[in-house]
């Protein structure tokens, strides 16, 4: 310990404090209550106002003697006295100087010490190493604060400007809740550097002990929130209960009553009653209840003895139609006979039609159509990418979240038991290894089957005799056998300019201008504008694209007529681009000239028929066949059988016979919009070919299809509705079939027909001879 310098002995009162230490240079208050300290302070008052205060070693001893009293305590001068009630004084003193006892001079009726007053040491305030203690110190009492904020944040802001290490160690140590021990133990020591360091210590165990504190306080805050929390919920669950009245008698009462008034088949009565038995057992809470619950829900959905009455007013059936529809003749038709036979025998079951035919061309809308006119609702179940039998008849309840199938949700929606039900897209469903949907299907669709439609969920027979079955698919290849042969096939080509033309003008346009909130007033699209539409911005065998490109011109007349109202747009085929911008088809095959080694083919795609130019070029070279663009593997192999037949025919075709040893050959398919693969493209590769190798151009108004073999033969192909359709579309005169495909020309659409020269053809021979120039 340094030396301390005892400058002077001073005779004081002395006040024995009970819990507490005062320290030099800080301001604290304190009641008076004992007699003795009453006289003290009384005695200060008179006498300079200064007071020895030290705290009792022991704080509950009422009669300190001498002994009792810590050695070192603090001089004080007295700033405050204020009498308060029952006797007590409450004083603030002020912090003056360490002291120690000497001796005690008088005990009674007060203390009277006898102090040395402890210097202040020579500790060196303006090191860096004083400096660097200070800081420390003020830090670690922040850190302290910050677990512990109790402490005035003023008092820690003053601090930082405190450059007494001696003054700084006392006020930090006054102002912390230490024990009263770890103060006396500061206020003890002496040498300014070792209680700084002493207090630095204390500080650093207390910031750790309030560290373990927080840590202990968070988890038991965690565990109390957290059971608080679920105790509130569960209690509110318990009101909400409550209020609702369905404590599960009352609930099974309900149900009962409303499962009366359905009046219910006897065996979906028996089942419901066991499942209420179950209910009324279970408590509130039960997740089987809940499944319980959900299900009656259903049962209680469904339309058992709901439905609509036809109306087989023929007349006004085929006004509907025909207001909503161009053409489709031949689903009108059917559907103008089943209601006739339907108005003789009742009792007839409804014919199962499935319409055929590529995108937008009205199978769904018309379906829709034929509900209306019957007076029946309406439900549709879009099965593409439905793999799963679940999925058309319900998982059983035994499965997490299950459900019925789409048959009940449908019936469901439509809320009558004799809907007419739409299976959208038969032909894109696919089966794995969880069941096949269309064996699921089959059954819903079979006469014989279909009163007793059971699915997993619903666990009872539903009667689905009633409903009227439609079905779209885009092709047939990818419907299963059985289903088909179940369904009566009404196939629906596509339309031709002039028939999208009638389309657009008496269908497409009044529903868009009706959606798009305008009249006929106010936008107005002439004849050759809905023309230039057709033929230039769409390429396709329905009206989708056209009725999108309509509604588009609409949007963008709406933004004019907002900006003034008063104007009228008028949409003609000069102003067309303004609303459509740059043309995107050009009319394709009609400018062309006759050429060599290019020749127009024709394909079936699922989204209707289309054209395709074959491209054939013969270079000096080694003999290599290259095949480029678009061709599937099909393809390649009609494209080796050309070059084959054109080989060992070369004599008479006036080719070289060495042509492929000495030439490249390069055959080229350009992209489309749909990738097109399939043997049809045979015949039109060979004569490409033969052109090209005999420098002979090929007669670009004639197209053709068909399949080829080795030998030249032509073999028959289908899709020739569609495909002549696209003939006639891309302004062709000719087209070449093949011979067996003679019989299917009465089918051929009427503008076909009249617009073209169908030429069949047995071999290469007749195909060459009408196509060559
Ligand atoms: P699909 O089901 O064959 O793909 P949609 O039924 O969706 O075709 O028809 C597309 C749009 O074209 C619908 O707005 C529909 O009303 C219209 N549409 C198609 N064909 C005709 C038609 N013959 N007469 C009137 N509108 C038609």
Not at 441 to 452: A, F, G, I, P
Not at 606 to 632: A, F, H, K, P, R
Request: hydrophobic letters at 40%; proline letters at 3%.
């Amino acid at each position: 310990m340094e030396q301390t310098v005892m400058k002077e002995t001073a005779t004081l009162p002395m006040l024995a404090l009970r819990g507490m230490v005062v320290f030099p240079n800080t301001l604290i208050h304190f009641d008076v209550v004992r007699e003795k300290s009453l006289l003290a302070l009384e005695n200060a008052m008179v006498n300079k106002q200064l007071i020895f205060v030290s705290m009792q070693t022991d704080p509950t001893i009422e009669n300190p003697k001498p002994a009792d009293i810590e050695n070192v305590g603090t001089i004080c001068k007295i700033s405050q006295v204020v009498k308060m009630p029952n006797n007590t004084v409450r004083v603030l003193v002020e912090g003056l100087k360490r002291a120690k006892i000497y001796d005690v001079a008088r005990v009674k009726p007060y203390f009277v010490a006898v102090v040395d007053e402890v210097e202040k040491d020579d500790y060196d305030d303006t090191t860096i190493e004083s400096e660097a203690l200070r800081r420390k110190l003020v830090d670690e009492f922040m850190n302290y604060c910050d677990y512990n904020n109790r402490v005035n944040s003023d008092f820690v802001v003053s601090l930082e400007n405190v450059e007494d290490t001696a003054r700084l160690a006392d006020s930090i140590a006054s102002n912390m809740p230490l024990k009263l021990l770890d103060k006396q133990k500061i206020l003890n020591i002496e040498s300014t550097k070792e209680r700084a360091e002493t207090l630095l210590e204390l500080l650093i165990r207390e910031i750790q002990i309030a560290e373990v504190d927080t840590n202990i306080d968070r988890k038991v805050k965690k565990n109390i929130d957290k059971n608080q929390r679920e105790y509130f919920l569960r209690e509110q669950l318990k009101v909400i209960h409550e209020e609702l009245g369905d404590d599960s008698e009352f609930e099974v009462e309900e149900y009962k009553s409303k499962l009366k008034k359905l009046d219910l088949p006897q065996n979906v009565v028996e089942k419901c009653e066991k499942e209420l038995a179950r209910l009324s057992k279970m408590s509130v809470n039960n997740p089987d209840a809940n499944v319980i619950r959900t299900y009656l829900e259903w049962i209680c959905d469904l339309p058992w003895n709901n439905f609509t009455k036809d109306t087989l007013e023929i007349s006004n059936a085929k006004e509907v139609l025909d207001r909503d529809h161009y053409g489709l003749k031949e689903v009108k038709e059917r559907i103008m006979e089943y209601l006739a036979v339907k108005k003789i025998t009742s009792s007839m079951a409804g014919p199962i039609l499935c319409l055929v035919g590529p995108p937008g061309v009205g199978k769904t809308s018309i379906a829709k159509s034929i509900a209306e006119s019957m007076g029946r609702s309406y439900a549709r179940i879009s099965l593409g990418g439905i793999r799963d039998e679940a999925d058309i008849r319900g998982h059983r309840r035994t499965y997490i979240g299950s459900m019925p199938g789409r048959i009940i949700t449908a019936l469901k929606q439509a809320g009558t038991n004799n809907p007419l039900m739409l299976f959208d897209e038969i032909d894109k469903m696919a089966s794995d290894y969880r069941g096949d949907p269309a064996a699921a299907l089959l059954e819903v669709l079979d006469s014989e089957q279909n009163t007793k439609f059971r699915d997993h969920f619903m666990e009872v027979d539903f009667d689905l005799s009633n409903v009227l079955f439609i079905a779209t698919a885009n092709t047939l290849d990818t419907i299963p056998r059985p289903l088909l042969d179940r369904m009566e096939i009404i196939e629906i080509p596509g339309y031709t300019s002039e028939e999208k033309f009638q389309i657009a003008k008496n269908h497409l346009l009044s529903k868009q201008l009706k959606n798009h909130g305008l009249t006929k007033k106010q936008v107005s699209v002439s004849d050759t504008a809905i023309k230039g539409i057709i033929a230039h911005y769409t390429k396709e065998a329905g009206v989708r694209a056209l009725e999108r490109k309509i509604a588009n011109v609409l949007r963008k007349s709406a933004l004019k007529i907002v900006d003034a109202p008063e104007t009228q747009v008028k949409i003609t085929g000069k102003n067309l681009e303004e609303f459509l911008g740059k043309e995107i088809f050009s009319d394709e095959f009609a400018s062309k000239k006759d050429e060599v080694g290019v020749v127009c083919g024709l394909a079936w795609t699922q989204v209707g028929g289309d054209t395709l130019s074959i491209e054939v070029n013969v270079m000096d070279g080694t003999g290599n066949l290259e095949l480029t663009g678009q061709l599937g593997d099909v393809m390649k192999e009609s494209a080796k059988a050309a070059v084959s037949y054109v080989r060992s025919e070369s004599d008479k075709l006036g080719i070289d016979s060495e042509f492929y040893k000495k030439y490249d050959i390069h055959i080229h398919v350009p992209e489309g919009a749909t990738p097109k693969d399939g043997p049809s493209a045979g015949i039109t590769i060979a004569t490409a070919l033969v052109s090209a190798l005999s420098q002979r151009a090929v007669n670009h108004k004639v197209a053709m299809t068909g399949e080829i073999t080795i030998r030249g033969r032509v073999l028959p192909i289908g899709g020739l509705r569609e495909k002549t359709l696209a003939a006639y579309q891309a302004g062709i005169k000719t087209v070449v079939i093949p011979f067996e495909n003679k019989k299917d020309i009465d089918e051929l659409e009427n503008v076909v027909k009249e617009n073209i020269d169908i030429i069949p053809a047995r071999n290469m021979n007749d195909v060459l001879k009408v196509a060559l120039v």
